[in-house]
């Protein structure tokens, strides 16, 4: 079973650009998941998605921050435009149903310059 | 202070030892994992639970829901456990099944 895909895995911008990741859940996953982790701290969630509706949002800066899972499958976060603070790795999970195990990606990480 | 919160933050270790982290918790909860995150990134999902002891080879995980308490056992400790382990809550009363995230405790064992 192929796992959680996101990409780019790195990414260098300069603040005031903008910048999307993309995320590829896992086959059948309804839930899916993006959290900022910042370097030493613990994960935050941004926006958690129930097939293409928006179950949580209430953490997402949504000044600057966007996210769809518009088909309900494939998702993108977009940042625009990027801060200094924004620098940190950018985590995209699934799990079949909210509530049940959530089965995390390998991250992009991004630095704002 | 943090919902969920972690000890010891950093832990060095020699290969063998057995290895205890700790994790505390001020809320009320309906599920508790265990997560481990290696550099580059990457989060495994070690256990999930709600309630007693689980074990998954060298890994042990035990819950006291009373004390809103949880550790994290590592047996016959290796070099390839070092690793970042993070403590992750969820929340009674979250419809979302949001975590709460833990600032994780380094691991480090020495050959």
């Known amino acids: 079973e192929a796992g959680v895909a996101q990409s780019p895995r790195y990414k260098i911008i300069e603040k005031r650009q903008s910048v999307a990741f993309w995320c590829n859940p896992i086959?059948?996953?309804?839930?899916l998941y993006w959290y900022q982790q910042i370097l030493g701290q613990g994960p935050k969630l941004l926006i958690q998605?129930?097939?293409?509706?928006?179950?949580?949002d209430s953490q997402l800066p949504k000044d600057r921050f966007s996210a769809e899972r518009l088909k309900g499958v494939d998702s993108t976060l977009k940042i625009q435009p990027a801060k200094l603070e924004d620098s940190a790795v950018y985590l995209c999970?699934?799990?079949?149903?909210?509530?049940?195990?959530?089965?995390f990606g390998p991250g992009t990480r991004l630095t704002v310059t | 202070k943090n919902e969920v919160e972690q000890s010891p933050q950093n832990l060095t270790a020699q290969e063998g030892e057995f290895i205890t982290i700790n994790c505390s918790y001020s809320?009320?909860?309906?599920?508790l994992h265990w997560l481990q995150q290696h550099p580059g990134g990457g989060i495994v999902s070690l256990f999930m639970?709600?309630?007693g002891k689980k074990k998954h080879g060298r890994l042990i995980a035990t819950i006291n829901i009373q004390e809103k308490h949880s550790s994290l056992h590592i047996t016959a400790s290796h070099p390839r456990d070092s690793a970042v382990y993070i403590c992750?809550?969820?929340?009674?009363?979250?419809?979302?099944?949001?975590?709460?995230f833990g600032e994780g405790t380094q691991l480090t064992v020495n050959p």
């Open positions: 999970a699934s799990s079949l149903v909210p509530g049940s195990e959530q089965y």
């Open positions: 086959s059948g996953h309804a839930t």
């Open positions: 998605f129930q097939n293409n509706g928006v179950v949580d």
């Open positions: 809320v009320g909860i309906s599920a």
């Open positions: 639970l709600s309630s």
């Open positions: 992750a809550v969820r929340r009674e009363e979250t419809s979302g099944s949001r975590l709460t």
